[in-house]
Every structure is written in C-alpha cells, then in structure tokens.
C-alpha cells in the first residue's frame, strides 16, 4: 500500500517529477511531500578566497529563491488536484541534499525524482543514487521529457531472478493493481535451450494476486541490456518500467550497475526501481 510519497522538486519552468507525483497521490489517496533543495554554491578550491563574498552571497540567495519558487508551484498544483501535501525547502550542499534526502524518505512509502538531463551536471543525478542506496524505499525516477499524469496502461517488469528485482515488483504491487496490462520481461544473450519460459514462476505468483500477466524472453545480441528493454518499452507503448535498481554503496561513494546506469541515462518512460 502506497498513501505518503516524497518528491524531490526541480527548479525551472517545468517540474515533471512533483507533476507526477501529485497525479501518483491523486490516483492512490495518498499525501505527497515536496522537497526543495536551496544548494550552497559550487566554488572550487584553486579559486577559493578569490571571489567577494557579495558574490557568493548573491548566489546563495538566488538558488534559495528558486527553491521557493519550485514550492510555491508545487503547492499551488496540489491544491488544484485536491490532495493531501506538505512542503519543505531545505539548505544543504549536493552531496548533503542526496543524503538528507535517503534518508527522509525511509518514512515515506515511495520517492519520486526526475531524470538528470543529459549532457548537464544535475543534482537529480546524485539525489537518485542516493534514495535508491539510503532510503530502503521504492523509487520512481521520471524522464525529463516526460508531459501529463501517470500512465498505468501497460507496465514491463524486468526479470532476472535477482532479490532486487523482486523487492522491485513487491514494491510496485500498489501501481501493478491499478495496470491495464502487465509484462514480464526476460532479457537473455541466448535463446531457451527447451520449451521452458524462464519468468514463469513469476508470472504465476502476480496471476495469483489477480492481476493480468503476460510473460515474454528477449534474446539480446548486438544491444545491452538496458537499450533492449527501451527499445521494447517503445515497441509496446508501455508506461512504467519496474526493475531492480542493480549496485552498491560504499563509504558515500554511490556505484550503480551498467544496466542500472543505463536505464537512468536513456529512459523515455518513469521507471521504478528499488535495491
């Protein structure tokens, strides 16, 4: 059961990630809390005491306004939709906002975050990795491309038998539900060396909690795992894509797998991951 989601809000025109979010608690009944990161300057340490303190002030004070600009929207959205929200800006260097916000969303069911943009330096990127290591909780990381409300018309779950990608279709059950069509995916580098479909057990066990499954095997050849299960996702105009999210986390360092890493760098669809 999801009923209380965070969501870490971007700065900008276009908020896709506390836009999803507020559709997310719309459909569940659930409450959502906003979360701004008012970040300290960047200075790097050959320029350190080289620039006025006027100047830092001054970018101190603008990225504060832009945190409560993102709240202000955020806030006058949730309130158009009717539900349930709070909201909180919060000061903290980069690195410091992707662990405060891990670990504030150890009391929420369900965190919600939008893709780093490519190309760009973006504290998304950090603040991913750091609710999938440090929260113990779901994950929804939302393309910055994205446009509307969640979608559950058909929802692909990567398979591969590994704890992650089970506690990743545990946590999702609550969107699963609510899905039109679900289908499990396995992605394999060579074909089934019987009639036996790899994934069925799984497929069984979602069957039992009534929902509607279909069970598909993908051979990859010349594309990674990650580019296959895109390309499939686009194939088959799914909405949601639920997967392990695959690495370790190591004295503050965050590491995510290859396919992880993948997923994260080229999504088109909201992905749901949990470690």
Known sequence: M?????VNLSEGDRDVAGSYAISVAEMLDAHVAGVAFSYEPVIPPTVMGGIPASLIDE??????????????????AAKREGVSFETQVISASIPGAADRFGAMA??????????????K???????VEGALFGSGRPVIVVPYIHKGAVQLGRVIVAWDGSR????????????????KGI???????????????????????LARHGLKVEVKRIVATDTDVADTLLSHAADTSADLLVM????????REFVLGGATRGILASMTIPVLMSH
């Open 2 to 6: 999801i009923k209380d989601l965070i």
């Open 59 to 76: 970018q101190r004070a603008e990225n504060e306004k832009a945190a409560r600009d993102a709240v202000s929207k955020f806030e006058a």
């Open 106 to 119: 150890r009391r929420f069911d369900l965190s919600v975050i939008a893709q780093a943009e490519p190309e």
């Open 121 to 127: 330096v973006a504290p998304e990127e950090v603040i």
């Open 164 to 179: 992650s990608a089970a506690r990743a279709i545990a946590d999702a059950m609550p969107l699963l539900a609510k899905a």
């Open 183 to 205: 289908e499990v995916v396995i992605v394999t580098s060579e074909r089934p060396k019987s009639d036996e479909i790899a994934g069925a057990d799984i497929g069984h066990h």
């Open 244 to 251: 392990g999210g695959y690495g370790h986390s190591r004295l």
